[in-house]
């Protein structure tokens, strides 16, 4: 690997990727490519705007005469997509996006690629694709049983990579991460949106019960584990990178406004979502093996790096909190809060 594109790299994953990407590897040359969405920020990615082994392009992966012009102009030998519509929230109410660019976008990467000549072709997917699970844990070879728009155009977009890697023998490799958090999170996402509502000492719009479990997987872990799979992972293979956090959702609210200091009346209990998935969990199990990978960070601190981070940046995530984002906002919960117990 010499010139590695790596498709939304704007985003939150595909940023911290970039980032560890470019110092760790300054003999590599890292293009990013990406659209630039309402979740892409190109503050980001300040940290190596400056670095000679970076690159930036503005395009979107389901535009072949841009996605070839990008792959040819810088010699491109490997392809990380992190490129996807990625709210759930947002997919019930517009599943159109999350097809164009999760299996349309995956598609043209793919049929570019090869056309090329270019081989190497990382996927970061989701837990979601799995669907939810009351106990036990996910492993790899478990069936694919999406149950909302997003998570079902993530399982689409695999079921392409893995037809490219059968059919045409692309090298391939995909991983399927839990929920990630950490700095320059998109303020949409549960984490972010109520540590920066409660900085405003603004009512925290909790879907259900709270109880909701999720495994908690700190981004720069996350970063590190995909780096790893780029490197030594086998073709066609897929890997899970779970935290090894369990916790229900409530407890991580109470938790983040234990260390800011608010009252847990902030916590407003709304109307559940759409065929919200109650539980995921995954095993590291065949990452640990094959490749001796395990989560680094301890949860608590990861979590109290993460609320720091958004309580010393307030310039990055109140500019965004303006405009298109209220929009959203007041059509997601308006009349959920208005309602709330």
């Given amino acids: 690997m010499k010139n590695i594109l790596v498709t939304g790299g704007a985003g939150f994953i595909g940023s911290a990727f970039v980032r560890m990407m470019v110092e760790k590897y300054p ?14 920020n190109l503050d980001n990615l300040i940290p190596v705007h400056d670095e000679p082994n970076y690159r930036f392009e503005k395009g979107d992966i389901a535009h072949e005469a841009t996605v070839q012009r990008v792959l040819e102009t810088h010699d491109i030998d490997t392809i990380v997509n992190f490129a996807a519509e990625s709210h759930v929230d947002r997919s019930i109410l517009d599943p159109h996006a999350f097809v164009h660019t999760d299996v349309v976008g995956v598609y043209i990467l793919l049929e570019t690629a090869r056309k090329l000549g270019i081989n190497r072709f990382h996927h970061v997917s989701t837990d979601e694709v799995y669907g939810s699970l009351e106990e036990g844990f996910f492993n790899e070879g478990d069936p694919l049983e999406p149950n909302n728009p997003y998570s079902a155009s993530k399982a689409g977009g695999e079921l392409m990579i893995r037809a490219y ?22 303020p949409e996402k549960l984490l972010p949106l109520f540590i920066t ?12 019960d709270g109880k909701q479990v999720r495994d908690w997987l700190y981004v720069e872990d996350h970063a590190a584990g995909i780096d790893l799979i780029l490197h030594k992972g086998q073709p066609g293979d897929i890997y899970n990178i779970g935290g090894e956090n369990e916790r229900h959702n409530i407890d991580v609210i109470k938790y983040m406004l234990n260390y800011l200091g608010k009252p847990h009346s902030l916590i407003k209990h709304v109307e559940d979502r759409q065929a919200h998935d109650r539980r995921y969990a995954l095993t590291n199990d065949k990452l640990r093996a094959d490749l001796g990978w395990s989560p680094d960070t301890e949860f608590e601190t990861a979590m109290q790096e993460t609320i720091q981070w958004y309580v010393d940046n307030d310039w990055w995530w109140s500019k965004i ?3 298109e984002y209220l929009e959203f906002y007041k059509q997601q919960y308006a009349d959920r809060l208005a309602n709330a117990k």
């Fill in 197 to 208: 509502e409660a900085l405003q000492d603004r009512p925290l719009p909790l879907y259900g």
């Fill in 321 to 323: 909190k303006t405009g």
């Fill in 27 to 40: 003999d590599y040359n890292i293009i990013v490519l990406d659209k630039l969405t309402y979740a892409g």
């Fill in 165 to 186: 890697h059968v059919t045409y023998g692309m090298h391939t490799t995909i991983t399927r991460g839990s929920n990630t958090f950490g700095p320059y999170q998109y």
